[in-house]
Every structure is written in C-alpha cells, then in structure tokens.
C-alpha cells in the first residue's frame, strides 16, 4: 500500500513539473512552426562563409583531433563547442538541412528559456509578449537558421545560463550554479571570446568581494568555475602551440582589421590570409598590399602569421589613436546596425537596412538608459550584473572588428535588461503616486 502512494505521489509530481512546460512548449509553437518553414524554404544545399570551417572541425573531433594538422592560418579559427555538438549528425552523414533543423530547435529552445527568465518579474501574458518580439526581431536569425553557424546555440546557451544564474542568486541551489557552470563553460567552448569576458568578471567579482562587508562568494563561483570546463581544451591547445591559455588565432585577424589606418576604410573585417586576401580583396584594399607581402613568408605558419597581424595591429593602433579612436564608433555604429561598411557589396540584409537601423539604434538608447540607471541604483540587484556581463562583452567585441552577428549571443540579455528597466521605472513611479 505504501509503494502504490509513493507511486502516485511521484507520478502526481511529474506531471505537475513536466505540464507547465508542455503549456510553454505549446504557447511558442507558432514561432517553432515560422523558424521550420523558414529553414526549410531559404536553406541551400551548399556551404557558403563559416559552414565549411565547422564541418571540418566537427570531422577532425571524429578522427580524434581537433585543430587543423597543417598548422596553416585559420588552424584553429573557433573553439571546440559547436562542431562538438554537430559531430554527432556528421558522423550520421545527415543531410544539411539537419543541422539546419538543429539551429531552429536551439533558437526556439532559447526563446522558452527567456520566457522562463521573464516569469519572476512579469504576468505570463507580458512575458510571452516579449518573447515574441525578442524571437522575431533580430535580422541575424535568418541566417543562424538557414546556415551551419553557431549563433543558434550560442542564444540558446546564454538564455539558458541566464535562467539558471537567476534561480541560482534567487535560491543559492547547487543544482542551479552547477548547470550554469557547465553552460557557460560550453558557451566559452562555442565562442572563444566570451573566456575574456568571464576573466574580467573574475577580475570585478574580487574587487566586490574585498570591498564588501558581507562576504559573498556567489559572484566568483559564477565568474569562476565556467573556465574550469575549458581545462582540456586549454591543455590540447598548448601541446599543439607551445602557449598557455591560447584559444585561437583569429585574434589577430580581427585587431589588425579594426586597427586599419587607412581613412577610406571603417575597421571593418575582411579575410586576412595571405591567398585570400590577394584574390578577394587586394583591389578594394591596395594599401595593404606591402604589408602582407612583407608577411608572406609566414602564410603557412597559422601561428607567426597571427603574432605579425597582431604586432601590425598595435603599432598601426599607437601610430594612428585618432583613426583607431574613429574605427571604435564606427564599430559600436555596425554592431548594433550593421552599418557602415567599407565595401557597400558586403551588406547582407541592404532591403531590411533602414528599418534595422530605426529599431536597433532604438534599442541602443534604451539600453544605454538602462545600464545608466542598474549602475546608479546598484542594490546588489542580480540585473546590475547582467548590464556589468553585456558591458563587459559588447566592450570587449568594440575593440576588435565587430558586425551586428556578434550582438546576437547577448540580445536576450539587452532586451531583458531594457524590460526590467522600464517595470522598475513604472513601479517607482506607482509608489510616489500612492504617497
């Protein structure tokens, strides 16, 4: 008699856990249904950019190694993340459009862990709202569900820490921290950049914890342990380099790009090696010419070739602050509206451009108001730590040459941020009318 109870008791538990989410799952389902049609009608059977990159590296990680064996630029481009999780369908030899199909799920997935997120703070009505707008505005969603690129997985990494860090700070559960330790780690894995960002927060997490009379440990665990997951790969890249915490060697494409000096060109990305650089863009960007023939030598070489791009980068940086200083706007200006470009041909969304502009030029006000008054009003509230994380990303990516594709992985956390805003204000406001 005892097992029958213990039984429906756990039978009634399950399905009091397990019929909210269904109820989620089948309130996003049009927005499941657009992200299918859409990756099926728009989806070609070729690679085209990044894709061929992570399908290589996905078919190293099967043959047990990861980086290219030639050693040759672009040898370790990316980390380990993304053709890990795809290495499974590569193995199956699934057809494209399964990777494909695998995007949207993240992207949809990504979308019920921010509604999930909104629930502590808004109605269920209000929170399905902006999750809607939030999973229907980003023009980069086109192209993480039509292409084998990470940004899928990486929106659904960030929503899904940001669900976890909440119930973590809201609870302290163990549970929580551990699944945001590994999803951040796994986020770090997928986008490399995304390690200087959790090493920067360790760096504020022990000034807070020195100057604070409680002592809280929760900010530096969380800051913390996610670079513990990326032990293995650290170790991997340094038998094969020779150098500690060495990650990849883009670095040096993207800084020398951002540091051009030349005042005809925005600090925009183009393709920095040596073949590529001389069949694509030599004609458009001639002035570089002298440089990557004095690199030519090293165009074999992946890792002397990124040290002379990132020694070209720096001198071009001390040489010309003023030109540097005009890249940096220009970048802020491209990260949130994809413009300007030095080369117009380069513009992949031209026919939604104005409107692009209105909206995230509208969203980058609201933000920037945002993070002015999180910052001012500083309660050891859990959103001031999140407007620190986006800062701290968005800075960082403001240093290097950016596009509007790199403010996809922290768009749920700004438009977050810019909706607490907005209630906070509005509560604030209530209570000053009720005195």
Request: with cysteine; net charge positive.
């Amino acid at each position: 008699m005892n097992g029958a109870i213990k039984f429906k008791i756990m039978l009634k538990k399950y399905f009091k856990n397990i019929f909210p989410f269904l109820r989620e799952w089948l309130d996003f389902l049009p927005l499941l249904f657009i992200y299918f049609f859409t990756t099926i009608l728009f989806s070609e059977n070729i690679f085209e950019g990044d894709e061929g990159r992570y399908m290589r590296f996905s078919e190293n990680l099967l043959n047990g190694y990861y980086a290219m064996p030639n050693l040759k630029p672009g040898f370790l481009w990316n980390g380990p993340g993304y053709p890990l999780i795809i290495s499974p369908l590569t193995l199956l030899d699934s057809p494209l459009i399964v990777y494909k199909i695998l995007n949207s799920i993240f992207l949809f997935y990504g979308i019920i862990y921010i509604y999930k997120s909104l629930r502590f703070n808004f109605s269920k009505k209000t929170a399905t709202i902006i999750s809607y707008f939030l999973g229907l505005t980003n023009p980069y969603y086109f192209i993480a569900i039509t292409r084998i690129l990470t940004e899928s997985l990486v929106f659904f990494l960030i929503s899904f820490s940001l669900f976890h860090f909440i119930k973590f700070i809201n609870s302290k559960g163990e549970r929580n921290l551990i699944l945001f330790i590994l999803s951040s780690g796994l986020l770090i894995l997928t986008k490399v950049f995304f390690s200087y960002v959790f090493l920067t927060l360790i760096f504020i997490s022990i000034i807070y914890w020195i100057f604070k009379k409680h002592k809280d440990f929760r900010y530096l665990k969380l800051s913390f342990f996610p670079l513990f997951v990326c032990i293995p790969y650290l170790i991997y890249t340094h038998n094969i380099t020779g150098k500690l915490f060495y990650w990849s060697d883009a670095g040096g494409s993207n800084l020398y790009c951002m540091s051009t000096p030349y005042e005809n060109e925005y600090g925009d990305w183009f393709d920095t090696t040596y073949d590529a650089f001389f069949d694509k863009y030599s004609k458009n960007r001639n002035d570089h010419i002298p440089f990557f023939k004095s690199i030519e030598k090293y165009k074999n070489n992946g890792l002397e070739y990124d040290k002379k791009l990132k020694e070209q980068a720096l001198l071009n940086i001390t040489r010309n602050p003023s030109k540097y200083f005009k890249n940096w706007i220009f970048n802020i200006s491209r990260t949130f509206t994809n413009s300007p470009k030095t080369n117009k041909g380069e513009l992949k969304i031209s026919v939604f451009q104005p409107l692009n502009t209105i909206l995230f030029s509208f969203i980058l006000v609201l933000f920037t108001i945002s993070c002015f008054y999180y910052l001012i009003n500083y309660k050891n509230n859990y959103i001031s730590i999140l407007v620190i994380f986006c800062l701290v990303y968005l800075g960082g990516i403001s240093l290097i040459s950016s596009m509007q594709r790199f403010l996809l992985p922290v768009y749920p956390i700004i438009i977050f941020i810019i909706v607490n805003f907005f209630q906070a204000v509005l509560i604030k406001k209530n209570n000053q009318l009720s005195y």
